[in-house]
């Protein structure tokens, strides 16, 4: 550990000579040092640790460094047409590369300091990781796992004395030859992670995967993707292949270039039941054709349909069961990518030990599917619920269609009642002239009909009727609530964490089935033409399941609702706005029971 204080000049007066600086380090696979450098603001980590009492819980929220290589076509074809060098100079930090980092905010309500960023957590040397996901929840004792989709490293982080945070794990290119673009976690009961490598081998080719078999693949960021397993040092444990051996062909699954056995094998969303040994991932799209903005993908069968149920009962050789082709639904859209099944980038499990289901969303179908049983051999899937019913509900009188509205977040609450589900909206004109757009929201389901019904479920989206006005069985998920986010940028809230930490009256925090609050991020990948405002927002959830937004979680600096990473000073200097991916709510070894 090195420590020290860091002034940050005086062009930053709020953090000059408030900042304490220490690094933690280890050597990766390939003998080199890699660190993180924390930057706690001295003022408020002592008005943390002095204050009410009240022991601490933190959103810990993984971001990258916006700058100049995030251009996107829109913004090329707007030119500055004035030049004002005082804010040229100001907003250099915007251009230039700088780290990616952890923002470590109290979420402690009623907390004096509520919303503040106490701690930035820099990772170094790489640049340009492009953070994207952490596992979907934390409990007392883990690690947190958290992924870079350009840098294709894994990082392991110990939260165990927020809001102090230390660097125990890295995971690099060459630990992982048979996949890329690492992109969502779930960290198991003995520590150790499943993650989805949703891109192809380092190199073209044939790989030999830890159990032994192989498949051809075409590339970086290409297909097929893999799950790795991950310990809690970083090392791999294990890569298993996604793909199957023989051809997934029931529906058009490209990749460019052609592989000599067509898949549709990149997982995206991964969640795990390890009561039933089971683990779900869903196939999202072949990564590198999303990220050349201006130029759109080519094809619109690099957008996946498909989810797949494996077999974990060893660990370390997780073992596909089946491959599902999710149905189409009765929406008649004229982009084949926005067909109600394309893009399945989320899937949840019910948690219950007497559930056994699980649930599937689409970014660009915009729908929501459900299968009763992942034990089954060849589970079997249905829509029962379409985005157009919570658009309409959101905006009234608007273009509803569910057709790209760009589904993400997609979790169930602990007791199985209620699906939450994160919408980033449609941009005007994505479908043609005409095309108003459709709003970002967060968007809650009452799913304990449905799920109580076991394998006699009988709710299904057929009819065009149901696609606007909800199912018309009466197991059918229910719409509860619809909080709009607005965001008037390309995009909206992908991401998003249940709060599951409850004070007692004991001081203590304890977990809790009944989360009151989420948190939510508006940005996705900038170099996908899907960018956001960059802000990071929390939502009271009433016991009937009701959202609204917590005007009290406040941007320091603007005094408006939500934390908004676009600012010129941070902890570890002035380099300007920041994407935030995903967030945790996490509390301290210590105050946590």
Known sequence: MLAGLVPLGASDPAYAKDVEVFTSSLKGSDGKTYSVTNH????????????????????????????????????????????????????????????????????????????????????????ENEPHHMQYVWHKGDKIYAG???????YVFDVTRLPQVRLVGVNLPQDTLCGSVPDAFWVLKDGTAYGTYMGGPDVPGPCVYSNGEIRVGNGFAGSPGEVVRIGPDGRTLAEAPAASKTPEAQERCESIPELPVPTCANPHGVQVREDLNRMVTSDY??????????????????????????????????????????????????????????????????????????????????????????TADKPQWREVFDITTANKAANPGGEATGAGSGGGWLQTSPDDRFLFHAVIGRSPGTL?????????????????????????????????????????????????????????????????????????????????????RLATSNYFVARTGIDGNHQVCVANIDPAGRLSLDTSFRDENKGTPCVDFNRTHWPHGNTGSAKPHSMLFVIADEDVR
């Not at 009240?54 to 290589?69: H, K, M, P, S």
């Not at 870079?148 to 894994?154: K, N, V």
């Not at 009452?446 to 057929?462: E, P, S």
């Open 40 to 127: 706690l603001r001295k003022s408020l980590a002592d008005a943390v640790s002095s204050g009410s009492g009240t022991r601490r819980e933190w959103l810990v929220v993984w971001a990258g460094d916006a700058n100049a290589a995030d251009t996107t076509g829109g913004d090329l074809s707007k030119p500055p047409l004035s030049v004002d060098p005082p804010k040229a100079i100001e907003e250099a930090g915007d251009l230039l590369p700088g780290a990616d980092f952890l923002a470590v905010i109290d979420a402690t309500k009623g907390s004096p300091t509520y919303g503040k960023v106490v701690n930035t957590v820099t990772v170094g040397p790489l640049l």
């Open 148 to 154: 870079g989709l350009f840098s294709d490293a894994t």
């Open 285 to 374: 799209v072949e990564p590198r054709n999303i990220i050349l903005d201006p130029v759109k993908a080519p094809s619109s069968y690099i957008r996946r349909p498909t989810v797949r149920v494996w077999d974990i009962s060893d660990r370390n050789r997780p073992t596909l069961k089946s491959v599902s082709f999710l149905p189409d639904g009765p929406r008649h859209n004229r982009l084949v990518h926005h067909e109600e099944n394309r893009a399945a980038m989320e899937t949840t499990v019910t948690n219950q030990p007497g559930h056994r289901g699980a649930f599937a969303s689409t970014m660009s179908g915009g729908a929501i599917y459900y299968t009763p049983d992942i």
């Open 432 to 516: 043609g002239e005409g095309d108003t757009g459709s709003p970002g929201m967060v968007f809650v389901l009452d799913i304990q009909k449905l799920v109580a019904a076991g394998t006699k479920a009988q709710c299904r989206i057929d009819e065009l009727s149901e696609v606007y006005d909800g199912g018309r069985e009466a197991d059918c998920p229910a719409l509860v609530s619809v909080l709009p986010l607005r965001d008037d940028t390309s995009g909206g809230p992908h991401w998003g964490a249940l709060d599951n930490f409850r004070l007692g009256s004991d001081g203590y925090y304890h977990e809790t089935t009944q989360p009151r």
